[in-house]
């Protein structure tokens, strides 16, 4: 522990007061900072998005420079949070704050792979091939396993075979519409992140 005498005390206390009261004054550096901001992002294009890694569904504000049309590819160059976001008014935690490294990770998927069964290799494949083999396989699952009435002869429309795990970091509407769209399936395995 430090050992301080009476004198080396009210220095030091009287230093940070004269410090904490210039601050309050006005002498702190915060307009200096907001004027390199604006200057470093001038040039950029904002895109208002949301988090997407927790149900807690944070604004962000990425800047991103370059225009694809202009034969200069557009990279995201700096990302914070929404002030104007009701959720986390400008805030971010420290996965938000780093979400710049998992955006121009090489590790990150960017397009839709399928692997054949017995096969070793992923093969790229579009979003529309995608969403109709998912279709397809969905509707050849339910058809072979929807159970319509029970022992007792009550009907009860389930399909068992099959969950649906739920993006988390949409908005309440969205769940609800895709909670309403499960059921209406017959689909009881139903979870999301958030847990609603």
């Known amino acids: 522990m430090v050992t301080m005498n009476r004198r080396q005390f009210l220095k030091f206390t009287g230093a ?6 210039l601050a ?19 040039r950029t294009t904002e895109t208002r998005n949301t988090c997407p890694y927790c149900s807690v569904a944070c604004g962000l504000l990425m800047y ?14 700096h990302i914070e949070g929404d002030p104007d976001h009701p959720v986390n008014r400008g805030t971010l935690c420290p996965k938000g704050a780093g979400l710049i490294d998992f955006i121009h990770s090489p590790n990150r998927l960017q397009y839709p792979e399928y692997r054949a069964p ?20 969905m509707k050849q699952d339910r058809d072979a396993n929807f159970i319509e009435k029970n022992e007792q002869g009550t009907t009860v429309n ?14 309440n509407e969205v769940g609800y519409i895709t909670h309403k769209t499960v059921r209406s399936l017959g689909m009881l395995g139903f979870d999301n992140q958030a847990r609603v």
Request: no cysteine; net charge positive.
């Open 118 to 137: 017995g096969s070793d290799k992923w093969q790229r494949m579009t979003w529309d091939d995608a969403l109709d083999r998912i279709a397809k396989l």
């Open 16 to 21: 940070s007061l004269a410090g904490s009261s």
């Open 24 to 42: 309050l004054i006005g002498f702190a550096p915060d307009v200096a900072l907001a004027e390199v901001r604006a200057y470093k992002l001038a």
């Open 64 to 77: 991103s420079l370059g225009d694809n049309a202009k034969n200069a590819k557009a990279s995201i160059i």
């Open 158 to 171: 389930r399909w068992l075979s099959t969950a649906m795990l739920a993006a988390s970091a949409s908005s």
